[in-house]
């Protein structure tokens, strides 16, 4: 990168390699760091094995030499799945954890299958290259290589980062600069930058990347001809040796956009023919292309509607004619009436999509990935689960999370994102009778649909830092965590993101940790209350207001008057939300008694002197959650503030500066949401704090 070491800093990321866990343990590690060898000759192996050397010569200060893969004696070999090296540190680990249930990739790092040397491996190729980023990970948290033994399991099958990237470099719902792969309605020839990002990506397991903005306009649609495709499938190729697939987002128009057919719809054989022959061309460019994912019917996309067809017939045309080349259809099911009257009390968006598709489960072709936000409405700071995730059986699902900030403070405000995803990713499921986690029924292996997985709206651009606020990057390394393991702690996660980019020394690392652990909380708290979410500012979703959305046409109303907030979307009185989940979650959200205090603003309508398990009534809730919110972001700044001369000049200025910006959202959040409670309820605040 540019301009200063700092700039250098910023754009490493977590992959600056430098030096944190005792010297010792390097040092102390004899000479098995100074030798590597490969196994095997592909693309990806070839990208593993620069990537040890680099990682390496970083952490211990020598440049180790390769050698043949034979050589006797200490080194770090990366043996290639099926070579005799890789099958054995498989086998042998395999033996001592136990056959692995229902695991996609597996990683494997041993000292103990071959004495005094390391094996890195796995059962796929790109599974090697992600033992190296783990083995280099370990080393720097200071773990020693001898003894080393950890296999390590993900059942999602994908871990995908879309972007919503347009032709001419903008990007939608995008706070880090311009695209990094498309400017002036072309692709990029930068592809330096391109490498960089595919390597941050592998890093943390992700394994496909969908390039293009889901909101395809007539002229992203054309991706899909000649006049682009040799410039995709040079990105293809980057991403490709670094195991990661290219996905394109594609309109549900495209045959008529394309060509001269005069409708799409998905059940004519003009039309199936277009696809079959389209997908083609894509392939004779990109031969692994993991396929294509599309928005329709939602939020005025075109879609099968129009002509009378379901989600299955749309999504299954398009997943007919990737079948024969292996590609897969995401298919969003974010699918809402966005054109609705505001004084219609008995529609509720957040069941739309539950009852779009539930009745379709079975109807989806094999290669046809549902894919749902992670809650029912859309990506706001506090929702419940959709319920939609743990109710499919027949179809491959997946959840999507979304890392660039829209709602949650648009990478100015800091939101560690990672407990949030957690939270909901580990939360109840039951499937036949047996509890288990929302991330197992997602990964489709307990009901023999393995094809789903986890997928993020990402962060980047063309920004120095990538992500426009350093601490955001945690963000999308968080994301790649928790798509290969969605069990993992965010305190560990919090702790390995902060210890690779900053280092682990002290007052830093607590510091920083405890800031991004408490990040979430800190947002929601001054922002809208008790899970009833939206009230930000219309069309750019930041900063606050309050009726921005209440009489708007977009389902997203809080029912606010003089008695009471919330909406009641229990099955008794209001609309009937509740029962879209299993029995036991049903009867908690819909009891007013058991459904969690943050979330009781989503389903319930109560009165202002309501009062919470908390022991405080809602009103008091809302002043003092706000007067907290502020002040927290206060003390974030002063925290980050103490830590001058600590970290280098550049990060250390761009986060202050954010953090200050922070500060200013978060007194006007308080301010305006006191103020406007306060006026609409004409309770004050039982301490008497300042109210407008
Ligand atoms: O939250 C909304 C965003 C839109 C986005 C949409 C979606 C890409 O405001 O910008 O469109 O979600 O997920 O499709």
New binding site residues.
């Given amino acids: 990168m540019t301009a200063g070491s700092g700039d250098v800093t910023m754009y490493d990321c977590w992959l600056g390699y430098r030096r944190a866990g005792p010297e010792a343990v390097v040092a102390g590690s004899g000479d098995v760091l100074s030798r590597v060898a490969v196994s095997g000759a592909s693309a990806v192996l070839r990208t593993a094995l620069a990537e040890l050397v680099r990682g390496l010569s970083a952490l211990t200060g020598r440049v180790p030499a390769v050698v043949p893969e034979q050589t006797a004696g200490p080194l770090v070999l990366i043996a290639a799945p099926r070579s005799a090296a890789g099958a054995h540190a498989l086998t042998t680990m395999t033996r001592t954890r136990g056959p692995a249930d229902g695991e996609d990739e597996v990683i494997v790092m041993t000292a103990l299958a071959r004495p005094g040397q390391v094996v890195l491996t796995s059962n796929t190729e790109a599974g090697c290259l992600h033992a190296v980023f783990a083995f280099l990970r370990r080393l720097q948290a200071g773990q020693a290589p001898a003894g080393l033994h950890v296999a390590d399991g993900t059942a999602s099958r994908l871990r995908m980062v879309s972007h919503?990237d347009n032709l001419d470099g903008t990007i939608?719902?995008g706070y880090a600069g311009a695209s990094i792969f498309f400017k002036d309605g072309q692709v990029t020839q930068d592809l330096h930058r391109v490498r960089d990002y595919a390597r941050l990506l592998a890093s943390v397991g992700v394994n496909a990347v969908c390039v293009n903005?889901?909101?395809v306009t007539a002229e992203a649609a054309r991706l899909l001809t000649a006049a682009h495709l040799p410039r995709l499938a040079r990105l293809a190729g980057i991403f490709r040796d670094h195991g990661i697939r290219l996905f394109l987002s594609v309109s549900f128009d495209s045959p008529m956009i394309l060509s001269g057919i005069r409708a799409a719809d998905p059940l004519d054989p003009q039309v199936r023919d277009w696809w079959r022959s389209q997908a083609g061309q894509v392939y004779a460019h990109i031969p692994d292309l993991g396929g294509f994912q599309v928005?329709a019917d939602?939020?005025s996309r075109p879609g099968p509607s129009v002509y009378g067809r379901s989600q299955a017939d749309g999504a299954n045309v398009i997943a007919d004619a990737l079948r024969p080349f292996g590609g897969v259809v995401l298919w969003r099911a974010?699918v809402y009436d966005c054109w609705q009257d505001w004084r219609d009390r008995s529609t509720d968006r957040a069941r739309a999509c539950y009852d779009t598709f539930m009745p379709l489960d079975g109807a989806f072709g094999e290669n046809v990935i549902v894919q749902a936000k992670l809650g029912p409405m859309?990506?706001q700071v506090r929702e419940p689960p959709s319920p939609l995730l743990t109710a499919l059986r027949l179809t491959s699902a997946a959840i999507e999370v979304q890392i660039t900030q829209?709602y949650t403070g648009q990478q100015k405000d800091l939101c560690f994102l990672h407990p949030q995803w957690h939270e909901v990713m580990n939360g109840r499921a039951v499937v036949d009778g047996d509890v288990t986690t929302l991330a197992h029924v997602v990964s489709g292996h307990k009901t023999g649909r393995p094809n789903g997985g986890v997928t993020g709206v990402v962060n980047v651009g063309d920004d120095p830092s990538w992500t426009g606020h350093v601490l955001a990057q945690a963000n999308l390394y968080a994301f790649g965590r928790l798509a290969w393991d969605p069990g993992i702690d965010p305190g560990t996660v919090a702790a390995e993101w902060v210890t690779a980019t900053f280092g682990a020394a002290e007052p830093v690392a607590s510091t920083v940790t405890r800031m991004l652990l408490d990040s979430w909380r800190v947002y929601e708290s001054y922002t809208a209350p008790l899970g009833v979410g939206w009230m930000v500012t219309p069309g750019t979703h930041y900063g606050p207001s309050v009726d921005g959305y209440e009489y708007s046409r977009w389902g997203t109303y809080h029912f606010a008057d003089r008695e009471g907030i919330g909406v009641d979307r229990t099955a008794a009185t209001g609309t009937g939300f509740t029962a879209q989940y299993e029995p036991g979650q049903a009867r908690m959200y819909e009891d007013i008694g058991s459904c969690p205090d943050e979330l009781l603003l989503f389903f319930h309508h109560v009165p202002y002197r309501h009062r919470l398990k908390s022991g405080k009534t809602v009103i008091q809730h809302i002043y003092d959650s706000h007067f907290d919110g502020a002040e927290d972001a206060r003390r974030m700044l002063r925290d980050w503030l103490s830590l001058a001369g600590h970290l280098d000049p550049v990060r250390f200025e761009q986060v202050r500066s954010r953090l200050e910006l922070q500060v200013a959202n978060a007194k006007e959040w308080r301010d305006v949401v006191n103020s406007y409670f306060f006026r609409k309820s004409g309770i004050g605040d039982e301490l008497g704090r300042k109210i407008f």
């Fill in positions: 919503w939608e719902r903005n889901v909101n928005k939602s939020e974010f859309d990506f829209e």
